[in-house]
């Protein structure tokens, strides 16, 4: 087989593996986000009036609680949870004034590590310089391993209903709701309507 | 899959005539398109031309070629936004989409029902393996399935030759491909596939 059928083949052959269609490049900002709503089965919201938001978002970084904090996106988020619960039939009352639900906005992060190894590499090339070029031919080289890592963070916001009306008899702060939204798209403070939109739009279950 | 086992044994046994000289070594390499069927409608309906097909072909006498096919076919289709219900009770709301790739790997008998003519029709019959990479998205994060499954192809297609008598020309093909793939919402891969491309002398 001469070189330039080889060469074609091999050039189809790449044109080939690469009509693959990327399936993230073909989503929309609007198709990236996920979703992921979970209520308590039991649990009848039209027998909850009032509740109460807590101020601050906690930020939760690999299962550790960083910090409490306000940034504008965490208030716009918080404002976004209101006008939701609002037009469920909800009334919005201060934390000390025995709110039936209490809701917490938490930022949740969680890096992803992997490593690299990059022992032997020298191995990989047969232009490395020989020990004779120091002075001793014969040797062999001795590399400690080495590697290199990489880490990805992947982050989401997550609400959280809890059930003080009757924590009491509970004995417990009985979790009624959750929602989580993911993806990319997901801290962009011009989107956090629609998040909060979205939660509610898949739980026509809770409301007064 | 009785049916296709003993249609692909009889299309073997039933070689006729090929295109291929004897000792004479072909390749034919081919832009193809694919079209689901069956349970594979479950994870892709949509009609595919993002595909490629290279096949060698060793003429043991004038009638009969055998040889190697690889290909390559890419499945997609995205759903619009919708609500799942999770095993635990849970909603998820996001857009779904389905990505296949198939790159089947056949041992390939292919005959020509008429030599020499200016139309060429041929049959052919592959069987081997197909890696079949399965990703399912949620948004933008996958849930990959990556198997290498038993492959059957028959097919048929025509040769026609640049000029009378010639050994270049263009071929046109349509197959059948199964795969016994086993996956939450399918239990094979079939689909159509159709080859349009060159076919040409491999050795100087």
Do not use: C, H, I, M
């Given at each position: 087989m001469s070189r330039i059928k080889l060469f074609w083949l091999a050039a189809v052959a790449l044109g080939l593996f690469s009509c693959r269609k990327n399936v993230t490049d073909n989503l929309d900002d609007n198709e990236t986000p996920l979703y992921i709503t979970k209520q308590?089965?039991?649990?009848?919201?039209?027998s909850y009036s009032t509740y109460s938001l807590a101020d601050s978002v906690a930020v939760i970084n690999n299962d550790q609680l960083v910090q409490r904090v306000r940034t504008d996106y965490d208030a716009a988020f918080i404002d976004a949870i209101a006008a939701q619960m609002e037009s469920r039939g909800f009334t919005r009352v201060s934390h000390?004034?025995?709110?039936d639900i209490g809701i917490t906005v938490s930022r949740i992060y969680n890096d992803y590590t992997g490593i690299i190894d990059y022992s032997n590499?020298?191995?990989?090339?047969?232009?490395y310089w020989g020990s004779d070029y120091w002075g001793y031919p014969g040797y062999d080289y001795y590399f400690p391993p080495m590697y290199g890592t990489y880490t990805v963070t992947d982050g989401g916001v997550t609400v959280d209903m809890f059930d003080l009306k009757n924590a009491a008899s509970n004995n417990q702060l009985r979790q009624l709701w959750s929602g989580l939204v993911r993806g990319?798209?997901?801290?962009?403070i011009d989107k956090v309507f629609a998040h909060a939109k979205a939660l509610f739009d898949q739980s026509p279950y809770l409301e007064k | 899959m009785k049916k296709l086992i003993s249609l692909t044994i009889a299309v073997f046994l039933s070689i006729l005539t090929s295109?291929?000289?004897?000792g004479e070594l072909r390749m034919t390499l081919s832009l193809s398109g694919a079209s689901p069927m069956g349970e594979f409608k479950n994870l892709v309906s949509k009609t595919t031309f993002r595909g490629g097909d290279a096949l060698i072909l060793y003429g043991i006498n004038d009638r009969i070629g055998v040889g190697l096919n690889i290909g390559f076919q890419d499945f997609y289709e995205k759903y619009p936004r919708s609500i799942y219900k999770l095993s635990d009770g849970s909603d998820i709301s996001a857009v779904l989409t389905n990505s296949v790739q198939t790159i089947p790997l056949l041992a390939t008998t292919r005959f020509n029902?008429?030599?020499?003519?200016?139309l060429r029709p041929y049959v052919s019959a592959g069987v081997g393996g197909a890696i079949v990479m399965n990703s399912q998205y949620l948004g933008e994060y996958p849930n990959e399935d990556d198997k290498f499954s038993l492959a059957l192809r028959p097919g048929a297609g025509i040769f026609i030759p640049f000029?009378?008598?010639?050994?270049?020309g263009i071929n046109v093909g349509v197959n059948y491909n199964f795969i016994a793939y086993k996956q939450n919402d399918v239990s094979n891969l079939s689909y159509l596939g159709f080859t349009v491309g060159i076919g040409f002398p491999a050795r100087n």
């Open positions: 308590e089965p039991s649990v009848d919201f039209s000390s004034s025995s709110p590499y020298w191995n990989d090339y047969d232009g990319s798209g997901t801290f962009d | 295109t291929a000289q004897q029902l008429k030599p020499g003519g200016f000029r009378k008598e010639g050994e270049v």
